[in-house]
């Protein structure tokens, strides 16, 4: 199991479950396997996440992996827009079957937490969004940085020869370019995991810091934080760079 899986999630002792979820839990609880599939999976029920957590546990405790395997599936169909919009935030839609491996990590790391019952992933079936979006950015930030150190290493190759960073003042480049790609990687380089990721969502993939709007998604949303944490992350950015900016010389 890698470094990501082994993630402890909020003590979900901290937390209650919804009202909405905790009565949805008694009133389909105790229904034959048939019929509580068909109550998960109806339109017209619209089952909280966390309740379809719970239910896959508890069916995969009974040794039911039909049943549990149609919650998953279940489940697959409510994330699949998120992990589409995610793919395109972090510029891992094209191509295709590069989207379709970077989804089916992320699904194999969620799933690993979902049928895992033991009391470090509970938070799961307390805040199910909140632990989707840390996992499913967790593999992605690990995949665009892999394939952007890649197509780093592979234009140094080409232009070594002509790369003299120290030469170059950063305010005149542009970051189309490789010298400006290259220096725009060192500054991020030097940002905290979660700061980078807040600076690039809204200057890189241009989402808003937080909407009241629940069909907007936000970088508060994919990042599973406050509207006021977004923008702490923010305002550090603008000072870490800016000192990053006043070591190169840059007047």
């Known amino acids: 199991m890698n470094s990501a899986t082994e993630h402890v999630e909020p003590d979900a002792i901290e937390y209650a479950a919804e ?41 995969h405790a009974a040794g039911d992996s039909a049943a549990s395997g149609e919650i998953a599936r279940i489940i697959t169909g409510r994330i699949a827009g998120s992990l589409a919009r995610l793919a395109r935030a972090w510029r891992l839609s094209a191509p295709r079957d590069l989207m379709e491996d ?17 009391p470090k992933f509970a938070f799961w079936e307390v805040r199910f969004w909140v632990c989707f979006n840390r996992r499913a950015i967790n593999v992605m ?8 150190q890649v197509a780093a290493d592979e234009e140094f190759d080409e232009d070594s020869e002509e790369l003299h960073m120290e030469s170059v003042e950063p305010s005149r480049l542009r970051f189309d370019e490789p010298m400006g ?19 690039m969502l809204k200057h890189w993939s241009g989402y808003v810091e937080e909407s009241s709007d629940s069909g907007e998604t936000s970088i508060a949303t994919l990042m599973g934080v406050s509207g006021r944490t977004v923008r702490n992350y923010l305002t550090r950015a603008t000072r870490d760079l800016a000192a990053w900016r006043e070591g190169t010389g840059d007047e």
């Not at 790609?181 to 600076?199: C, I, K, Y």
Request: hydrophobic share 45%; with cysteine; proline share 4%.
């Open 19 to 59: 009202p909405r979820v905790a009565a949805e839990i008694a009133r389909l609880s105790g229904l034959p396997s048939r019929r509580l599939l068909a109550a998960l999976g109806a339109s017209d029920e619209n089952v909280q996440e966390e309740t379809l957590v719970h239910f896959l546990r508890a069916c």
């Open 102 to 118: 970077v989804i089916d990590e992320v699904l194999t790391d969620v799933y690993e937490q979902l049928f895992d019952s033991s």
């Open 141 to 148: 930030r690990r995949r665009r940085g892999e394939l952007d």
């Open 181 to 199: 790609r290259a220096l725009l990687a060192d500054a991020l380089g030097h940002l905290p995991q979660e700061v980078r990721t807040a600076f």
